[in-house]
């Protein structure tokens, strides 16, 4: 496929407003490109270069890519900076330029998506003395060559601002429907991704091997696997009950988790958004080679660190200071780290998923038996709510957070949030003060005294899995310092869109739709029911429309945006819908 015809494809997906004609454009660009092309178009279209894991960085910062866009268009990097600032958008800005250039017509090329692909990847990899010019040549020798239509893609995808809006379920949906000719195979290549959590990888299977091959992958190591997730419920009689009379109950350790793979001498660690950090942890690297005797494991737990005078594990702030890369080492010394295991996935070539609970956690004692920096999480196993809650209560008295109930029989489910888990924190007891995690879907211009800032407050949304849209649920408008304003229009101001997303479901128009990216805490005093937001909304037993809402929102956190999270990983319509009935339920009793 010639790139020309993807970034055709590319701008139908920005004009378009609805979620399923974006899945129909997918499709068409899956069904038209080579078999060969279908991993990087993925990647492309997802705006990186490979999976998180792999940890490849375009590398390429804003003013280095103005300096390409002046030398492939025979310009001074002064125009490029006006153009810049102008569109506000640096695809808009390198399109008008190349448009304008007089060096274009020479230079004109006919490039293959895997040309451009491949060049991205070259610019990734150049590091050292000498790559910054490197970069920048090569960039503008690609632009140079490009259409002002190619250039605005070219120029958007090195710095993260495709903005096509496509998530991980989109594209599943897309790929179903261009290999299987219909949407229902997505829950089967969704079960292959969760186990991957490479969809470039899926694609590649599922385009030349077909629809089986993807059904008989195997969890492996090195491909991280997409975290379980928990369902919470306020009191231990629920828990109980849900789980059938009888539960595992384990501690609740509050710091950041870990998934461990583990061959021979080499091992990799990956955080709960399965990015690699291995070098940030390399105690806990060490004590994975010294002191597991199992030869190829895959195994999950949280990293603490812990006073080692009292044996009491630090909050996690204190344990977050050692996360920083700076000082790695002195702060090994100073505050060594543990890993709390709570669960295996892979054992010696044996793909352990489909194991229930209780044999899992077996292999998973046995495997850290004898070890000292990784110890296995402290459980009960309970038919007694009154158990579970003195469980609960001596947890939360050691500084803990709370407990993860779990079910006995359940397998290892990757990448979704079920009932086999149950968290049970402190914060449930009596109000809501269990804090959600919001996606920014627009944001509003200043008013009044804030006129200056050019920022007045947000529009977020919660996620709404089974429809793949963000749903909006809160503005928020209080509780900004001058400096938050600054910081959020810098950041928001590059993430503007045209248009409303076509994954995002509105009733309120903000001063300006971005893509949503970007996700924050919140808390906030209840959830109530409103007609403005489309969170879960459903037609009442009198007709009219209302879904939820939040009373006094403020965003949570110094950083603000939660990194860590995609925005699929928000909080969900079904938790809010969740946590709504429990707050009913606990200020009933
Ligand atoms: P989530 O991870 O569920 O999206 P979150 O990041 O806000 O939400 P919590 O709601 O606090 O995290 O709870 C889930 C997290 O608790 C897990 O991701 C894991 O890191 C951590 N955790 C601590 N102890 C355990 C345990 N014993 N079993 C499972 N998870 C545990």
């Given at each position: 496929?010639?790139?020309?015809?993807?970034?055709?494809y590319?701008?139908?997906?920005?004009d378009v407003?609805?979620?399923?004609?974006?899945?129909?454009?997918?499709?068409?660009?899956?069904?038209?490109?080579?078999?060969?092309?279908?991993?990087?178009?993925i990647?492309?279209?997802?705006?990186?270069l490979?999976p998180?894991?792999?940890?490849?960085?375009?590398?390429?910062?804003?003013?280095?890519?103005?300096?390409?866009?002046?030398?492939?268009?025979?310009?001074d990097?002064?125009?490029?900076?006006?153009a810049?600032?102008k569109?506000?958008?640096?695809?808009?800005?390198?399109?008008?330029?190349?448009?304008q250039?007089?060096?274009?017509?020479?230079?004109?090329?006919?490039?293959?998506?895997?040309?451009?692909?491949?060049?991205?990847?070259k610019?990734?990899?150049?590091?050292?003395?000498?790559?910054?010019?490197?970069?920048?040549?090569?960039?503008?020798?690609?632009?140079?060559?490009?259409?002002?239509?190619?250039?605005?893609?070219?120029a958007?995808?090195?710095?993260?601002?495709?903005?096509?809006?496509?998530?991980?379920?989109?594209?599943?949906?897309?790929?179903?429907?261009?290999?299987?000719?219909?949407?229902?195979?997505?829950?089967?290549?969704?079960n292959?991704?969760?186990?991957?959590?490479?969809?470039?990888?899926?694609?590649?299977?599922?385009?030349?091997?077909?629809?089986?091959?993807?059904?008989?992958l195997?969890?492996?190591?090195?491909?991280?696997?997409?975290p379980?997730?928990a369902?919470r419920?306020?009191?231990?009689?629920?828990?109980?009950?849900?789980?059938?009379?009888?539960?595992?109950v384990e501690?609740?350790?509050?710091?950041?988790?870990?998934?461990?793979?583990?061959?021979?001498?080499?091992?990799?660690?990956?955080s709960?958004?399965?990015?690699?950090?291995?070098?940030m942890l390399?105690?806990?690297?060490?004590?994975?080679?010294?002191?597991?005797?199992e030869?190829?494991?895959i195994?999950?737990?949280?990293?603490?660190?812990?006073?080692?005078?009292?044996?009491?594990?630090?909050?996690?702030?204190?344990?977050?200071?050692r996360?920083?890369?700076?000082?790695?080492?002195?702060?090994?010394?100073?505050?060594?780290l543990?890993?709390?295991?709570?669960?295996?996935?892979?054992l010696?070539g044996?793909?352990?998923?489909?194991?229930?609970?209780e044999?899992?956690?077996?292999?998973?004692?046995?495997?850290?038996?004898?070890?000292?920096?990784i110890t296995?999480?402290?459980?009960?196993?309970?038919t007694?709510?009154?158990?579970?809650?003195?469980?609960?209560?001596?947890?939360?008295e050691?500084?803990?957070e709370?407990?993860?109930?779990?079910?006995?029989?359940?397998?290892?489910?990757a990448?979704?949030?079920?009932?086999s888990?149950?968290?049970?924190?402190?914060s449930?007891?009596?109000?809501?003060?269990?804090?959600?995690?919001?996606?920014?879907?627009?944001y509003?211009?200043?008013?009044?005294?804030?006129?200056?800032?050019?920022?007045?407050?947000?529009?977020?949304?919660?996620?709404?899995?089974?429809?793949?849209?963000?749903?909006t649920?809160s503005?928020?408008?209080?509780g900004?310092?001058?400096?938050?304003?600054q910081?959020?229009?810098e950041?928001?101001s590059k993430?503007?869109?045209?248009?409303k997303?076509?994954?995002?479901?509105?009733?309120?128009?903000?001063?300006?739709?971005?893509e949503?990216?970007?996700?924050?805490?919140v808390?906030a005093?209840?959830?109530?029911?409103?007609?403005?937001h489309?969170c879960?909304?459903?037609?009442?037993?009198?007709g009219?429309k209302?879904?939820?809402?939040?009373?006094f929102?403020?965003?949570?956190?110094?950083?603000?945006?939660?990194?860590?999270?995609?925005?699929?990983?928000?909080?969900?319509?079904s938790?809010?819908?969740?946590?709504?009935?429990?707050?009913?339920?606990?200020?009933?009793?």
């Open positions: 496929m010639l790139f020309s015809e993807l970034a055709r590319y701008q139908k997906l920005e407003s609805s979620r399923l004609k974006m899945i129909d454009i997918m499709a068409d660009i899956f069904k038209n490109a080579d078999k060969d092309e279908i991993k990087s178009i990647y492309m279209t997802e705006g990186v490979a998180a894991f792999e940890g490849l960085d375009f590398g390429v910062a804003e003013k280095l890519l103005e300096e390409a866009i002046a030398v492939a268009a025979g310009m990097k002064g125009e490029v900076e006006k810049y600032k569109y506000g958008d640096m695809g808009i800005a390198a399109q008008e330029l190349i448009s250039s007089k060096l274009r017509r020479m230079n004109a090329k006919k490039y293959s998506v895997l040309e451009v692909y491949g060049v991205m990847n610019i990734a990899v150049t590091s050292g003395s000498g790559s910054k010019d490197a970069k920048i040549k090569m960039l503008a020798e690609l632009l140079a060559g490009s259409s002002p239509e190619e250039a605005k893609f070219m958007r995808y090195p710095i993260g601002q495709l903005r096509l809006g496509a998530g991980d379920s989109t594209i599943l949906e897309a790929l179903s429907v261009a290999f299987t000719g219909s949407r229902e195979s997505k829950a089967e290549l969704e292959a991704y969760n186990i991957c959590s490479d969809l470039g990888y899926i694609g590649e299977v599922l385009s030349k091997k077909g629809i089986s091959e993807v059904r008989s195997k969890v492996s190591l090195f491909k991280p696997i997409r379980a997730l369902e419920l306020p009191t231990a009689e629920e828990i109980i009950k849900k789980m059938g009379g009888k539960c595992a501690q609740k350790y509050d710091g950041f988790r870990c998934q461990v793979h583990k061959s021979g001498k080499k091992v990799k660690i990956y709960r958004n399965l990015e690699e950090t291995t070098d390399p105690d806990i690297a060490k004590a994975a080679i010294t002191e597991i005797n030869e190829h494991i195994f999950e737990g949280e990293a603490l660190g812990m006073n080692e005078a009292t044996g009491e594990f630090l909050p996690f702030q204190e344990t977050m200071q996360k920083r890369k700076h000082g790695i080492t002195e702060k090994i010394e100073e505050l060594p543990h890993l709390v295991a709570f669960d295996i996935m892979y010696n044996k793909d352990l998923m489909k194991e229930p609970y044999a899992r956690r077996n292999l998973l004692e046995n495997a850290v038996k004898g070890a000292k920096m296995p999480s402290k459980r009960i196993i309970t007694e709510p009154k158990e579970l809650e003195e469980f609960f209560e001596t947890s939360v050691g500084g803990l709370g407990i993860v109930a779990k079910d006995l029989k359940a397998p290892y489910i990448g979704a949030r079920k009932f888990w149950i968290k049970m924190k402190r449930y007891k009596g109000e809501l003060s269990d804090t959600l995690d919001l996606v920014i879907v627009g509003f211009l200043g008013r009044g005294s804030r006129t200056e800032f050019k920022f007045g407050g947000l529009l977020c949304a919660a996620y709404n899995k089974k429809r793949d849209m963000f749903e649920i503005k928020i408008g209080t900004f310092t001058e400096a938050n304003m910081a959020f229009y950041l928001l993430a503007v869109v045209k248009q997303p076509a994954r995002v479901d509105s009733l309120i128009t903000p001063d300006f739709w971005v949503p990216k970007y996700v924050i805490t808390k005093d209840e959830i109530t029911k409103s007609p403005m489309t879960g909304m459903q037609e009442d037993r009198s009219e209302a879904g939820y809402a939040l009373r929102p403020r965003i949570v956190g110094d950083g603000f945006i939660r990194r860590d999270k995609s925005p699929e990983d928000a909080t969900s319509t938790e809010i819908i969740e946590m709504f009935n429990d707050q009913k339920r606990v200020s009933v009793k």
